[in-house]
């Protein structure tokens, strides 16, 4: 098992700046693609930005490309999203999620689905 403990989310204005955090614990020893996705009111929840175990992959939706970046400290084992320039619509209930990478041709996939643990969510708020 694998915990995730996101961090950083708050209210903030339109054009302003938050970075989250995502901290696991537990069985970490196998390796890790990262992903952060979020929920907004009455809609799917949806891929933001993945990373891959190695860090020398990364993903971003349309939506946030050039905006937002995602990294990662194996050491620390900590995942980060930095976002700027925020709008409305980025509100959301924003989840950091792991995928355990079974085989080494993987270790440099930055994976948009089939996670497998997933933290409680920290909530960010963007307003006009």
């Known amino acids: 098992q694998v915990q995730l403990v996101e961090s950083g989310g708050g209210l903030v204005q339109a054009g302003g700046s938050l970075r989250l955090s995502c901290a696991a614990s537990?069985?970490?020893?196998?390796?890790?693609?990262m992903g952060w996705f979020r929920q907004a009111p009455g809609k799917e929840r949806e891929v933001v930005a993945a990373?891959?175990?190695?860090?020398?992959?990364?993903y971003y939706a349309d939506s946030v490309k050039g905006r937002f970046t995602i990294s990662r400290d194996n050491a620390k084992k900590t995942v980060s999203l930095q976002m700027i320039s925020l709008k409305p619509e980025d509100t959301a209930v924003y989840y950091c999620?792991?995928?355990?990478?079974?085989?080494?041709?993987?270790?440099?996939?930055?994976?948009?689905?089939?996670?497998?643990?997933w933290g409680q969510g920290t909530q960010v708020t963007v307003s006009s």
């Open positions: 990373i891959s175990w190695s860090g020398g992959s990364t």
């Open positions: 537990g069985r970490t020893s196998s390796y890790y693609a």
């Open positions: 999620a792991a995928r355990r990478v079974s085989y080494s041709s993987d270790l440099d996939v930055s994976f948009i689905s089939g996670y497998d643990y």
